[in-house]
Every structure is written in C-alpha cells, then in structure tokens.
Nanobody
Framework: QVPLVESGGGLVQAGGSLRLSCAAS????????MGWFRQAPGKEREFVAA????????YYADSVKGRFTISGDGPRNAVYLQMTLLNPVDAAVYYC??????????????????WGQGTQVTVVS
C-alpha cells in the first residue's frame, strides 16, 4: 500500500496556479518533515520544497522561490504545495515524501523514507 497519496495535479495554462495536496494513506507513522520533489521526462528527480515540523521551517529550490508555497499539518502527515505563476518548465510528475528518521538534509531524495506515487502537472503556453 502506498503510504502517501498526492492529488491536485492537472493541466494549466502558463501563468496559472495549482494546489497540490498529499496525505497519509492507511499506514500510521510520525514524520519529522515532508517535502515535494518533481521529475520531468528524461531528468532526475529534483527537490522543490520541504517543511520541517519541529521549527516550522520551510525550504525551497531557487527555481520556485517566490512562486510556490509549502504548508502542512504535521500530526496528520499532510502537506500542500501552492504553485503560482506556473510555466512550462514546471511541468513534471510531482511527488510528496515523508522523513521519518529525522534527516538533517531535506533537499535530497535520500532523506525521505516514504513516497507517494506522484501527480502529473502539465503547463501549456
């Protein structure tokens, strides 16, 4: 069973907005933080944003700063990604992930133990 389930992806015009959601599914766990990654065809999975529950800190890739906002509910293991001013380079499959071992570096996929199956974001110009 997939521990995390993403939703909210879809097709949007350049300049538009989308809000992605991610929630725990079935499995009970506690996370120290959660993050969003994305992967476009032929490219490696890249960091988008993360949040650490204990201090409420948020982290963003330079490419999305000022356009994307991560938020969430730690006890519920739910995380959201508000995306604005989308452009075609943002098109990818977006994955949410949970850190359940208190990794010190949230910008890398290896920091996360639980993953969702992804949701497709398509941006047309």
């Amino acid at each position: 069973q997939v521990p995390l389930v993403e939703s909210g992806g879809g097709l949007v015009q350049a300049g538009g907005s989308l809000r992605l959601s991610c929630a725990a599914s079935g499995r009970t766990f506690s996370s120290y933080g959660m993050g969003w990654f994305r992967q476009a065809p032929g490219k490696e999975r890249e960091f988008v944003a993360a949040i650490r529950w204990s201090v409420g800190s948020t982290y963003y890739a330079d490419s999305v700063k000022g356009r994307f906002t991560i938020s969430g509910d730690g006890p519920r293991n739910a995380v959201y990604l508000q995306m604005t001013l989308l452009n075609p380079v943002d098109a990818a499959v977006y994955y949410c992930a949970a850190d359940i071992q208190a990794s010190s570096i949230l910008g890398f996929p290896a920091a996360y133990e639980l993953w969702g199956q992804g949701t497709q974001v398509t941006v047309v110009s």
